[in-house]
């Protein structure tokens, strides 16, 4: 009955008392939170505290110039349709409305009045008349606050950044930066606000760069969540990006690629970005000599992502993008460089056209300057060099050839022997690819001394390295050549042997053991020296436990002269 008893007091008050820009800010308030508590027509009171709270916070940030006639006369209009509002109000809450369609009516009369409200109160302040020298600032809500407070908070700063005073602007977007960096909360009111999403928007096509910094800043924060980046597109954000990322100040672009590089994930905005120039400025970013890492990975990004749609990719390659990335590649930074190799190994991979014109433009040197042990680059940018290489490549002979005659395989030895395990472990993989290409690459493999590396590698630590190393000398040794080069160290064969012991596991390298075993009982030096090892009951071990392969070499080591080593041990 008090809460009841005071609105009533507050409507005589809107209706009695001379009006003032303090009461009528007190009533506009009170008029708030009594539609809180109004349970029917709410999709229309919702709409009419949208406005009651963008006037309120519109009053609250003018300073005490209501001797203005102006400003008077709109206070006098405000606490008038207030004083209609309490009436309605009172009813709704009452339930003692006449009739649900004269109630509609009425109070779309009052949300008209409202938002001509509004309107003025804007004017005015593009005007100058009113001024935010002296502006009460509504305080920020302390954390865990609800979800009204924080509403009301930034339709205040929403009522400011309206305001024709770029430092009510600036200090309103500040504002509005940090509570959306700090609380997610606040980007999901920010998005329901569709009025303030378009002011965003809008402030990307101003010349104020402060204000254009900030507001793509904000945008900024409001991509990184998927659900809400359809509001912006829908607010048509792609233009005013692209123009930021044109003519805006290093940090602008810097925001507004980043903004382009997350909302370009979804492939269906790349024709959006294409239409509108994207491609074209964001190509020229990364081509700038003035551009530094912050401003050229997010647009490689972007470009990475539009160059999902084939004919964007072509237009890229058109337009010069592949010695823009090549030159890249051999940037200093390493940023740079890993983003640029992997926007190669998008626009290339699968496209013969492109992948021979980055090898005429010089990649694979750039590629292998990166894996240059002289050079300072990081093992991660090596690691993406020898990604590219392999992916790039590896699929035709005359590109083998060409990385061959440039010095590959030294290199890739060098890092197969390297201390990172992380770095020799890429090697491995991209050695273990070679292997598969060619015999004549196994052969050059061979040559190269890259088995005697293969077997120190099968008594590496990780399970995933000695099963790669296994793989690749298993298909090393089916070059007869290699097969040769194997058997002529006495330890090769007692090393594979003590590995196919039971207490080590049942571990899936050892196929591949058994299959290098295999080949080499193809010769009879081969069967001789195995069967000279102390190891040799191994595989007895492994054939009786029914290993298809170990009985398979049982076979062929107890045939013709041999057949006696085993009289008594085996029977095939």
Not at 386 to 409: P, Q, T, W, Y
């Amino acid at each position: 009955m008090r809460r009841e008893a005071k609105f009533v007091q507050d409507s005589r008050n809107a209706q009695e008392t001379k009006p003032t820009l303090k009461l009528c800010v007190q009533s506009l308030s009170s008029l708030i939170s009594l539609t809180h508590s109004i349970k029917v027509f709410a999709v229309k009171w919702q709409l009419i505290r949208n406005k009651l709270e963008e006037l309120n916070s519109g009053l609250i940030s003018a300073d005490a110039s209501d001797q203005n006639p102006a400003v008077s006369g709109l206070i006098r209009a405000v606490t008038a349709t207030v004083a209609e509002s309490f009436d309605l109000a009172r009813r709704c809450v009452d339930l003692s409305y006449s009739g649900k369609l004269l109630m509609q009516s009425d109070l779309d009369i009052i949300l008209a009045k409202f938002e001509l409200h509004v309107k003025r109160l804007n004017e005015i302040f593009s005007s100058g008349m009113l001024t935010p020298g002296q502006a009460l600032i509504v305080s920020k809500p302390a954390i865990g606050a609800c979800k009204d407070d924080m509403a009301f908070y930034v339709r205040d700063l929403l009522t400011r950044m309206r305001i024709a005073d770029n430092d009510m602007k600036r200090q309103a977007l500040v504002n509005l930066l940090e509570v959306v960096s700090e609380d997610d909360k606040y980007v999901k009111i920010v998005v329901e606000f569709r009025d303030l999403v378009g002011v965003l928007v809008g402030f990307l096509n101003i010349q104020e760069q402060v204000v254009q910094e900030l507001s793509v800043k904000v945008i900024s924060v409001i991509a990184e969540f998927d659900s809400y980046k359809g509001s912006l597109l829908s607010s048509g954000i792609i233009a005013p990006l692209i123009r930021v990322v044109e003519t805006g100040t290093l940090d602008g672009q810097k925001w507004a690629s980043r903004c382009l590089m997350r909302l370009t994930q979804n492939a269906d905005n790349a024709w959006s970005v294409s239409a509108h120039g994207g491609v074209t400025a964001l190509l020229k970013i990364c081509s700038s000599e003035g551009s530094t890492a912050e401003l050229i990975v997010p647009s490689c990004g972007a470009l990475r992502n539009v160059a999902a749609v084939e004919e964007i990719k072509r237009f890229m390659v058109e337009e010069g993008a592949v010695s823009i990335f090549i030159k890249l590649v051999r940037s200093k930074d390493d940023i740079i460089q890993m983003n640029s190799m992997e926007f190669l190994q998008v626009i290339a991979l699968g496209d013969e056209i492109t992948r021979k014109m980055i090898i005429k433009g010089g990649g694979i040197q750039a590629l292998l300057w990166i894996l240059d042990p002289l050079t300072t680059q990081s093992n991660k940018s090596r690691e993406t060099a020898l990604r590219v290489i392999e992916n790039l490549f590896f699929s035709s002979a005359g590109s083998i050839e060409m990385l061959v005659n440039c010095g590959f395989m030294e290199l890739l030895l060098h890092y197969l022997q390297n201390v990172d395990a992380s770095l020799q472990e890429i090697a491995l993989k991209v050695a273990t690819r070679l292997c598969s290409t060619s015999e004549e690459t196994k052969k050059l493999l061979g040559d190269a001394g890259f088995m005697s590396e293969f077997m120190k590698l099968l008594d590496a630590k990780a399970f995933e390295v000695r099963e790669m190393a296994a793989e690749a000398l298993s298909s090393m040794v089916m070059v007869p050549k290699n097969r040769k080069r194997f058997l002529q160290e006495d330890q090769n064969i007692r090393s594979l042997l003590r590995l196919l012991e039971p207490e080590e596991g049942n571990l899936g390298y050892k196929k591949f053991l058994l299959s290098t075993l295999m080949a080499i009982t193809g010769c009879n030096t081969g069967r001789r020296k195995i069967m000279n090892s102390d190891h040799v009951k191994n595989i007895e071990k492994l054939a009786a436990a029914e290993i298809s392969d170990a009985k398979k070499i049982i076979r062929r080591l107890s045939t013709n002269r041999f057949r006696s080593m085993f009289s008594g041990m085996w029977h095939p």
